[in-house]
Structures are given as structure tokens and as C-alpha cells.
């Protein structure tokens, strides 16, 4: 007979009783994946099955769309930190596949990494929060670096960290469209030299949203292609956030934010 379950059914209950549904192959790749925090519990424990199932989702688990997801090959990708890490992965609605796209050039026989955590933090917090929630020590090629070099990482990625925190701030008006498209090429310039290429496409697309927002059409466009050439390495050619960049290429003046501040001309990128 079907497992019953009711609202007081445990987690690990639950995810047993997805795994039920799965076929055998399915469901063997979703044990091979690697889990920390599991119980001290005796494997013939009766909970022991539902904290191991609980124990892998919550190591593995990714949110895709509404819900969160088991991808076993995605789960596959190791961490690296910064300039460590050479591609992401992305949740694609449409086709209800979760896609994983290089960042930069990968030689053949390179090991693809992803990141973990938001890695624009000193060394010793990343290591401390991949302990606690991944257990491991992370020996990434940034994090291996030595004393004097890993310090001046650590520096830029906190200066990246201060400056998305105050390029929040437009949001409330607490800074003009043109000090914010200041410190967003700021951001960039940095993460260049950190070779922290992530997040470009959703930073150049927040640049064309102040510029929008300001009414300044030529950096509205300029910051729009920007962000749709990233958006394309990030996200993939086809994605959604591609195509809104290129309706707002088209018709700067149709971005839903635009004219929603006073007029300034705000400025353009100049880097590519």
C-alpha cells in the first residue's frame, strides 16, 4: 500500500516517499550523493533511512523555480571560490531543466567548479561557512593562495561586497543614477582584477534599470547590450533575461522603470 502523508509527516518521510517513485536507477543516483550532518543513528535504526534521505537533500538541494531540486550530475560540481570557480548553473522554467554554462574558457580535461556560497568574503569566512554547512575545508586555488596574496583577495572581494551594499542604496534614493552607475563600473573594475566574473549580467542589467529609471536612453541601451553579452555566458543565449535585455536594446523607453526619477544623463560603461 502507498505511504499515507499527512502535514505531521517527518522530512525525511516525505523524501522517502518521493523516492518511492523514482526507478531504481534514479533512485541509486541520488544515494551516491555525498551528505554531511547525519545523525549519529545506527544504520539499522528505524529513523535512520529518513535522516540519510534528509542528510542528502539538504547538502545537494537547489532552488528551481517555486520549489527546490535533486539534479545528481549538476550535484557533481565541486566549489571554488572568486576567480576559483569557472561556471554556473541556472534553472531553466520553460524546459524545467536546470542548465550549467562556463564562465570563461575551460581547457579539455579542466574540472568544472561551481560556487557553494556567496564567495565575495574573507577567507576565513568561507572556509567557516563551507564547514558548517558542506564540511570541508575548502584548498581552492584562491583560498590556497599565499598570506599576502589571499589578503589583497580578501580585500577586493570585501571592497565588492560594500560596494553592491551601497549600490542598494539607489533604491532608496539615498545616492543620484549617476553615483550609482559609478560604483557599479567600480564593482566591475575590481572583479576584473579579482577575476570574479559572476553576476555581470545582473549587474550591467541593474545599471540599465538606473539608467532607465533616470531616462538617459543611450546608457539605458549601452548598459542593456552589456548585460545581455554576460546574461549569454551566464545564462545561456536563449534565456529570459537574455531576451528582456534585447526588447530593452529595442525600446529603451518601454523599460518599466523608465522616467520614474528625475532626468539624468547617468553615464555609459566603458569596458566591454
Not at 589583497?152 to 561586497?161: F, T
Not at 554576460?230 to 533575461?241: A, K, N, R, V
Request: hydrophobic fraction near 40%; glycine fraction near 8%.
Amino acid at each position: 500500500m502507498p505511504t499515507k502523508v499527512t502535514t505531521t509527516t517527518s522530512p525525511g518521510a516525505l523524501l522517502l516517499h518521493s523516492l518511492a517513485g523514482l526507478t531504481r536507477a534514479q533512485r541509486a543516483s541520488f544515494y551516491n550523493l555525498s551528505y554531511v550532518n547525519l545523525p549519529d543513528l545506527a544504520p539499522d535504526s528505524p529513523q535512520y533511512n529518513d535522516e540519510l534521505a534528509l542528510a542528502i537533500f539538504q547538502t545537494n538541494a537547489v532552488a528551481a523555480g517555486d520549489g527546490v531540486g535533486i539534479f545528481p550530475r549538476m550535484a557533481r560540481l565541486n566549489h571554488g571560490c572568486s576567480s576559483a570557480f569557472n561556471s554556473v548553473y541556472t534553472w531553466r522554467q520553460q524546459e524545467g531543466v536546470i542548465a550549467v554554462y562556463a564562465l570563461k574558457g575551460v581547457r579539455a580535461g579542466e574540472e568544472l567548479l561551481t560556487t557553494y556560497i556567496d564567495t565575495k568574503r574573507p577567507r576565513h569566512e568561507r572556509r567557516a561557512a563551507l564547514s558548517s554547512h558542506y564540511g570541508f575545508e575548502c584548498d581552492c586555488s584562491v583560498c590556497s593562495l599565499p598570506d599576502e596574496a589571499s589578503k589583497a583577495s580578501d580585500r577586493r572581494l570585501s571592497i565588492m561586497a560594500e560596494l553592491y551594499g551601497r549600490l542598494a542604496t539607489w533604491q532608496n534614493e539615498k545616492i543620484s543614477g549617476t553615483e550609482a552607475i559609478k560604483v557599479a563600473k567600480e564593482i566591475w573594475i575590481i572583479g576584473g582584477e579579482e577575476g570574479y566574473w559572476s553576476e555581470r549580467g545582473r549587474l550591467a542589467a541593474d545599471a540599465a534599470w538606473v539608467a532607465a529609471a533616470h531616462s538617459d536612453k543611450v546608457a539605458t541601451k549601452g548598459w542593456a547590450e552589456l548585460a545581455k553579452k554576460w546574461y549569454t555566458y551566464e545564462l545561456g543565449p536563449d534565456s529570459e533575461q537574455t531576451g528582456e535585455m534585447e526588447d530593452v536594446i529595442a525600446h529603451p523607453e518601454r523599460h518599466r522603470v523608465w522616467r520614474m526619477r528625475d532626468h539624468e544623463i547617468v553615464g555609459l560603461p566603458d569596458f566591454t
